[in-house]
C-alpha cells in the first residue's frame, strides 16, 4: 500500500461520508418525518446506552460504540466494501438527519458545540476507518487475481488501526463526555 493509495481511499471515503449528509440533511429537510424517524433510530440504538449523569461511563460506553463502527468499517472490507460503503453511508445520512433537525430547533452556534469539540476526532477515526476498509476490499480483489496478498495487507491496515483510529476515538471520546456538554451549555 502506498501512501497514494491511502490518500486516494481517503478521499474516496470522505466524498461518500459528506455526500450522504447531504443527501441526510436535505432529506430531512423536504421531509421532517424521515429525520424524526432517524433521531428516533439513534435515540434507541445510541443515545439510550448512555445516561449523561457519570461522563466516565458515557466515555467508555462511546469509546466502545464507536470503536464497534469503525471495526466494522474497517473489517467490512472484507465484504469487498459492501459492509463499510453502507455503514459509511448510513452514518452520513443520519448524521444530516440530525443536523438539519436540531438546527431548526437551535442556531448554527449550537449546533457546531454539539459537533465539533468530539467531531474533530471522531469523524477523521471513521474516515479512516472507512478508507482502511475500501483498502481491504482492493487487496482481495487483488488476490482474488492473483496480484496482491490480502493477509499480509490486512496486518499493515490493522497497525494502521490501532496506531491512529485508536488514539482518536480514545481522545474523541473524552472528549464527548467531558468537553461537548461543558461547551454545549456555554451556547445554550
Known amino acids: 500500500m502506498s501512501d497514494s493509495q491511502l490518500a486516494n481511499a481517503i478521499t474516496i471515503t470522505l466524498l461518500l461520508f459528506l455526500a450522504t449528509v447531504m443527501i441526510g440533511w436535505v432529506g430531512s429537510a423536504q421531509n421532517p418525518s424521515i429525520g424524526e ?3 428516533k433510530l439513534f435515540d434507541k440504538e445510541v443515545a439510550s446506552q448512555m445516561d449523561g449523569k457519570n461522563p466516565f461511563d458515557m466515555c467508555v460506553k462511546i469509546f466502545f ?5 469503525c471495526i466494522l468499517l474497517f473489517l467490512g472490507g472484507a465484504t469487498f466494501g459492501i459492509i ?4 459509511m453511508s448510513l452514518n452520513g445520512i443520519v448524521i444530516g438527519a440530525i443536523i438539519e433537525i436540531v438546527h431548526t430547533d437551535h442556531t448554527p452556534l449550537f449546533v457546531a458545540a ?4 468530539h ?4 469523524i477523521p477515526a471513521f474516515i479512516l476507518s472507512g478508507a482502511i476498509g475500501i483498502l481491504l476490499a482492493q487487496s482481495l ?27 482518536l476515538l480514545v481522545i474523541a471520546a473524552y472528549v464527548e463526555a467531558f468537553i461537548t456538554p461543558v461547551v454545549i451549555h456555554l451556547v445554550a
Do not use: Q, S
Not at 114 to 117: E, F, R, T, V
Not at 142 to 164: C, H, P, S, T
Open 119 to 122: 467531531g474533530i476526532f471522531e
Open 141 to 167: 480483489i487483488a488476490e482474488w487475481y492473483g496480484k496482491g496478498d490480502a493477509a499480509a495487507d490486512a496486518r499493515r491496515f490493522g497497525r494502521l488501526f490501532i496506531l491512529y483510529v485508536l488514539p
Open 65 to 69: 460504540n464507536n470503536l464497534e463502527a
Open 114 to 117: 454539539a459537533i465539533l469539540p
Open 37 to 39: 424517524e432517524l433521531i
Open 84 to 87: 463499510t460503503i453502507f455503514i
